[in-house]
C-alpha cells in the first residue's frame, strides 16, 4: 500500500481546511494515468465519493486514501512526501527507493 510522511500529512489537511472540506466528508485519491515523459503520471485530488471498486486505507487524522485497482500495480510500496520550492507545490512518490515527482501548482 502507499504511507505518508507527516509533513505531507500535515499539508493536505491544511489544503483541506482552506477549503473548507475535512476528512469526514472528503477523501485523497491518488492514482497513475498515461501521460507525462516515462509514459505516466500521478493525479492527485479530493473527492467526496469513493468508487466502490477503490482500495481504501487511513492514512492518519481520520484522512483516507482512495486507489483504484490499476494504479496500485504501480503505487504498491509508494511513499509520499511533501516539499516547497520556487512557488510550487512537490509530492515526491518514493517508489521502491526510486524518485518520482509528483508537481502540483496549488
Known amino acids: 500500500m502507499i504511507t505518508i510522511t507527516d509533513r505531507a500529512l500535515n499539508h493536505l489537511l491544511d489544503l483541506m481546511k482552506n477549503d473548507g472540506i475535512s476528512p469526514d466528508t472528503h477523501h485523497l485519491s491518488v492514482g497513475v494515468v498515461g501521460g507525462g515523459c516515462s509514459g505516466l503520471s500521478y493525479k492527485m485530488d479530493f473527492i467526496d465519493v469513493i468508487d466502490t471498486t477503490d482500495e481504501i486505507t487511513e492514512i492518519g487524522h481520520g484522512l483516507k486514501i482512495a486507489i ?8 504498491f510500496g509508494t511513499e509520499l512526501e511533501y516539499s516547497s520550492a520556487l512557488n510550487q ?14 508537481i502540483f501548482l496549488i
Open 89 to 102: 507545490i512537490l509530492y515526491i512518490f518514493l517508489v521502491n527507493n526510486l524518485y518520482n515527482l509528483g
Open 68 to 75: 483504484d485497482r490499476k494504479s496500485l500495480l504501480y503505487l
